[in-house]
């Protein structure tokens, strides 16, 4: 059997993300690191993005494609894919639970699937899948194979910037409702505001687009926070823009910090300070695990990428 990333990983002693790494972004990794990456891989004989012979078709399940993150998220795919000349299928679930059903029923007709962040219960999942090859990426599920974009380092960083900025009241605009990635967002903000001793306001849950954050405007405002954390920087973008509508200013009036380092979120102004999501290496490494599941290899990997704080101009101490 052909040695595969995991096994690459396993004996050069190294997270499965640093093997595929040392593949993808070796300027990322310390020298001895890579060079013990690229050792293991010649001492097994592997190739990145080696695959069966055979061209495979995968199906890939998301959201929204409007959605700048998983246009993002699928070019990475496709690219990867690419490479073994590997033909991927697009389903759109327009985030709606019957169509996202449907969708990977459709998909599971196939030599395999990728769900990225799928909204239905776990249970559903793992039961619709049935015997098709699959890997999820940006949720996990017990027992399945995992490529998660981390909802803890990140996040934590922007509300220890908020406190040491002096904000004491911050509020939080949840995503759409069953998303995997809003619940463990809110977690670990209401868990480092507790920490730092701030106020924590959630806001109800909205769209995961500009439309949502300009419904979520009118609360955040009348909650009284000095700062708002979005859910992503899309709700971070409409926030802003409803907020102005109501006569605060960011930062003057109100800090905003949004979620994912879109494109946009460095082109506006005030640039975004948002937490950049590893959302290209995600979609690599995930075909990557899917190929492997593909050519008979029981996968079974949680593999979390790490997100980091960019600090931008939406940011300011509160007004006295």
Same mark, same amino acid.
């Given at each position: 059997?052909?040695?595969?990333?995991?096994?690459?990983?396993?004996?050069?002693?190294?997270?499965?993300?640093?093997?595929?790494?040392?593949?993808?972004?070796?300027?990322?990794?310390?020298?001895?690191?890579?060079?013990?990456?690229?050792?293991?891989?010649?001492?097994?004989?592997?190739?990145?993005? !080696?695959?069966?012979?055979?061209?495979?078709? @995968?199906?890939?399940?998301?959201?929204?494609?409007?959605?700048?993150?998983?246009?993002?998220?699928?070019?990475?795919?496709?690219?990867?894919?690419?490479?073994?000349?590997?033909?991927?299928?697009? @389903?759109?679930?327009?985030?709606?639970?019957?169509?996202?059903?449907?969708?990977?029923?459709?998909?599971?007709?196939?030599?395999?699937?990728?769900?990225?962040?799928?909204?239905?219960?776990?249970?559903?999942?793992?039961?619709?899948?049935?015997?098709?090859?699959?890997?999820?990426?940006?949720? !996990?599920?017990?027992?399945?194979?995992?490529?998660?974009?981390?909802?803890?380092?990140?996040?934590? !960083?922007?509300?220890?910037?908020?406190?040491?900025?002096?904000?004491?009241?911050?509020?939080?605009?949840?995503?759409?409702?069953?998303?995997?990635?809003?619940?463990?967002?809110?977690?670990?903000?209401?868990?480092?505001?507790?920490?730092?001793?701030?106020?924590?306001?959630?806001?109800?849950?909205?769209?995961?687009?500009?439309?949502?954050?300009?419904?979520?405007?009118?609360?955040?405002?009348?909650?009284?926070?000095?700062?708002?954390?979005?859910?992503?920087?899309?709700?971070?973008?409409?926030?802003?823009?409803?907020?102005?509508?109501?006569?605060?200013?960011?930062?003057?009036?109100?800090?905003?910090?949004?979620?994912?380092?879109?494109?946009?979120?460095?082109?506006?102004?005030?640039?975004?300070?948002?937490?950049?999501?590893?959302?290209?290496?995600?979609?690599?490494?995930?075909?990557?695990?899917?190929?492997?599941?593909?050519?008979?290899?029981?996968?079974?990997?949680?593999?979390?990428?790490?997100?980091?704080?960019?600090?931008?101009?939406?940011?300011?101490?509160?007004?006295?």
């Amino acid at each position: 059997m052909a040695a595969t990333l995991t096994d690459v990983a396993r004996r050069a002693g190294v997270s499965i993300a640093t093997a595929s790494r040392a593949f993808g972004e070796p300027d990322r990794l310390a020298p001895n690191t890579l060079g013990r990456v690229l050792e293991a891989a010649g001492e097994l004989g592997y190739a990145a993005s !080696q695959s069966a012979t055979a061209t495979r078709t @995968f199906g890939v399940v998301v959201p929204d494609v409007a959605n700048p993150v998983y246009a993002t998220l699928l070019k990475a795919i496709q690219g990867q894919a690419w490479h073994g000349r590997h033909r991927i299928v697009l @389903f759109d679930a327009d985030e709606d639970l019957r169509r996202e059903r449907d969708q990977i029923e459709q998909a599971r007709k196939l030599d395999g699937m990728l769900l990225c962040s799928p909204r239905l219960p776990d249970a559903d999942v793992l039961e619709l899948v049935g015997d098709t090859p699959y890997v999820i990426v940006n949720r !996990q599920i017990d027992g399945a194979p995992c490529v998660l974009m981390d909802t803890e380092h990140g996040p934590s !960083q922007a509300i220890e910037h908020l406190a040491a900025l002096g904000h004491t009241h911050i509020a939080y605009a949840a995503g759409p409702r069953g998303s995997w990635a809003d619940a463990r967002r809110a977690d670990t903000v209401a868990r480092a505001c507790e920490r730092h001793g701030i106020r924590l306001t959630g806001l109800s849950h909205h769209a995961a687009s500009i439309q949502g954050g300009r419904a979520a405007a009118a609360p955040a405002a009348a909650s009284g926070a000095t700062a708002v954390i979005a859910y992503n920087d899309l709700v971070a973008l409409g926030l802003e823009a409803g907020l102005l509508e109501l006569g605060k200013r960011c930062p003057a009036d109100i800090s905003i910090v949004g979620i994912d380092d879109i494109d946009l979120a460095g082109a506006v102004t005030p640039a975004l300070t948002t937490v950049r999501m590893p959302i290209e290496r995600s979609g690599a490494l995930a075909v990557d695990l899917l190929l492997q599941a593909m050519n008979g290899t029981a996968i079974d990997d949680v593999v979390t990428l790490g997100s980091q704080l960019i600090v931008r101009a939406s940011t300011a101490a509160p007004a006295a």
